[in-house]
């Protein structure tokens, strides 16, 4: 089964050339952290106030 590419939505807090470019070249597009986004970039103190023990948010294992 042969098809275009899914268009995927991204967000990311650091602006990375390398990691916004190869997302673009992929035609995935930005978006920002409070919309729907299939993959979000996030660095450490990001993942951290995300998983934190008062925001609720836990990760299962198959994650």
């Not at 995935?28 to 998983?51: E, H, K, M």
């Amino acid at each position: 089964m042969t098809g275009s590419p899914a268009k995927l939505a991204y967000c990311t807090d650091t602006e990375k050339s390398v990691v916004v470019n190869n997302f673009e070249k992929r035609g995935w597009f930005p978006v920002s952290a409070d919309d729907d986004w299939n993959f979000y970039w996030a660095g450490p103190q990001t993942c951290r106030a995300l998983f934190s023990v008062d925001s609720g948010y836990r990760m299962n294992d198959n994650q």
